[in-house]
């Protein structure tokens, strides 16, 4: 199979979006730079398109071609696979088992399959999926092992598979800085346009079951394999009725239909690969969408490929005709300035600025509790209907039984209750008091988050736009209280004390949170308890800061 490098891909964004260029226009792009010889930019241009077939350097000119196979599907010849995963995160789950079968002629005519070791625990829920053992992965082959496998057994022929992205995410992690050629066919894509008005669900077991095909789906990726190719025989049987003889056609059927907003995606042309915030505006340069991004480049990119946003983000879309973008230090302060510019603008397609007004409370009222809009201890709540279950739950509550649950310990009355009902076969009565306690234990934890996160006393230190500056975030009460910028050498130890200094000359918050307190210290937490790899979270004392800066790292205080 086919693989290409990330400079390759840009350079098909590059040509996607530009047309066909100069071998020296085509270099300065790829590349970044301003000046580049004729000569250099023309093998430099050969080396990374050598063996693509996508891309052609004829003389002075690079452009994209299609010189791909492209056979009749009656003798079409491709390979569908399956991913069985410890998880959703491609970031952070692993494959465990691959499962493949080869289609030649309409027929299934071989098929790969085999475990792998993940090499971490497999979650309970899924073993129970799959029927998978972690005793049985322990002693399969390495990752990258059954991937190369899978590759040789693929070898040039396009893949298939359901919701391919899902798997291609995966696949494609494993292959480091390579990525496939083409973007597998997707199955569901597939019959979501040919059998539009016809089928309302294109799981594979909905498709499996519209279709009659022998093998069921069951979480297994061999047999999903086999179920997804048979599915796609009949897809293509139904492609044929159509018109569509060759496999380009059904490239075509399986490929996103191009959305409005397409044309647009000249807009984002220049956004740096930098941190920052972005600013969606219209023809009136009325801002109508805030945004922040770890890379500028890619996310503004992403908003015009074949995905949908949601609705609020598409109208915007619709309605785009300018973008503004600044360049930020680091994803924190990139998305400080974020919260800070949905509150200033009110931007019409941020729901999170709709979502920081619906903060609510539960407050006791005689013996029972109701919801608030008026701040008190136990709040802010962002899910209204998350808080009316909870105090329903809590009804007849103790204040010694609330102190209680809010220092972790359970309501055991409730779950006596539940096995009541559940023993007395009230089921209808016996699900609902669930939902409700469910409902309280999500209360209950946010709350003790947030009492949490008020007692913070962090120094974060994060890069600044300036080459060499570093900038400093100073967190006391659950609150920034500061940010400095911080340069360079002995500097640095004036901002970092000025810092500290505004921290312990503020009041604690005394009163209950607000909506938008509660925001900014969720955010802080996400930030704390997986910092990205430029942030440093530190204790607030000048000492240890300043150490840092200077690069003499002391251990870690107990």
């Known amino acids: 199979m086919q693989l290409a490098l990330d400079s390759l891909d840009r350079l098909v964004d590059i040509l996607e979006e530009r047309g066909s260029l100069t071998v020296v226009d085509a270099a300065r792009a790829l590349f970044a730079t301003s000046s580049i010889p004729d000569g250099l930019a023309r093998s430099l241009l050969e080396e990374v398109t050598a063996g693509d077939s996508r891309v052609v350097c004829t003389g002075p000119t690079v452009s994209l071609v299609d010189g791909r196979p492209d056979p009749l599907l009656e003798e079409v010849e491709l390979v569908v696979f399956d991913l069985e995963t410890t998880g959703l995160a491609a970031g952070r789950d692993q494959i465990c088992e691959i499962g493949a079968v080869r289609v030649r002629g309409l027929e299934l005519v071989d098929s790969f399959q085999s475990l792998v070791n993940p090499r971490i625990a497999l979650p309970e829920p899924i073993a129970r999926l799959t029927g998978i053992r972690e005793q049985e992965l322990k002693g399969a082959p390495s990752t990258a092992t059954v991937v190369r496998r899978f590759l040789a057994f693929a070898g040039d022929e396009l893949l298939v598979a359901h919701n391919s992205r899902f798997d291609q995410r995966f696949l494609e992690r494993q292959l480091g800085d390579r990525r496939l050629s083409e973007p597998p066919l997707c199955t569901a894509a597939l ?84 941190p920052g915030v972005y600013l969606f505006r219209d023809r009136h340069d009325q801002v109508l969408y805030v945004g922040r991004a770890r890379d500028l480049r890619a996310r503004l990119r992403s908003y015009f490929r074949s995905d949908r946003q949601r609705p609020s983000v598409e109208a915007a879309l619709l309605a785009l005709a300018r973008i503004e973008w600044r360049v930020l230090g680091s994803e924190l302060e990139a998305a400080l300035e974020e919260l800070r510019l949905i509150r200033e603008l009110a931007p019409p397609a941020n729901s999170r600025g709709r979502r920081r007004e619906q903060g609510v409370y539960l407050r006791r009222r005689g013996d029972d509790f109701v919801v608030s809009k008026q701040p008190g201890p136990l709040g802010p709540l962002g899910s209204r209907r998350q808080a009316a279950l909870a105090a329903r739950a809590l009804g007849s509550c103790t204040e010694v039984e609330l102190a209680g649950l809010l220092q972790g310990r359970p309501l055991p009355r409730l779950r006596a209750r539940l096995d009541h009902l559940s023993e007395g076969l009230r089921y209808e009565e016996a699900a609902r008091l669930r939902d409700r306690i469910e409902a309280l234990e999500k209360v209950v934890e946010r709350l003790r988050r947030l009492d949490r996160l008020r007692r913070l006393e962090l120094c974060l230190i994060a890069p600044a736009v300036e080459a060499g500056w570093q900038k400093a975030f100073f967190v006391s009460g659950g609150v920034v209280r500061a940010v400095r910028p911080v340069p360079p050498g002995l500097g640095a130890r004036i901002e970092i004390e000025a810092g500290i200094a505004a921290c312990r000359g503020s009041d604690p918050l005394e009163e209950a949170l607000t909506a938008s307190q509660a925001e900014d210290l969720m955010l802080l937490h996400g930030f704390i308890r997986r910092p990205p790899p430029e942030l440093s979270v530190l204790p607030l004392e000048a000492e240890r800061v300043v150490d840092h800066l200077s690069g003499r790292h002391l251990p870690r205080a107990a």
């Open 191 to 274: 019959a979501r346009r040919l059998l539009e008005g016809r089928l309302r669900r294109v799981g594979l077991a909905s498709l499996a079951d519209f279709f009659g095909v022998p093998t069921q789906p069951c979480h297994r990726a061999l047999p999903d394999a086999e179920a997804t190719a048979q599915v796609l025989v009949h897809l293509i049987g139904l492609a044929q009725e159509i018109g569509a003889r060759r496999l380009s056609e059904l490239r075509s059927l399986a490929a996103p239909r191009k959305r409005r907003v397409h044309g647009k995606r000249l807009l984002a042309r220049g956004a740096p690969s930098r």
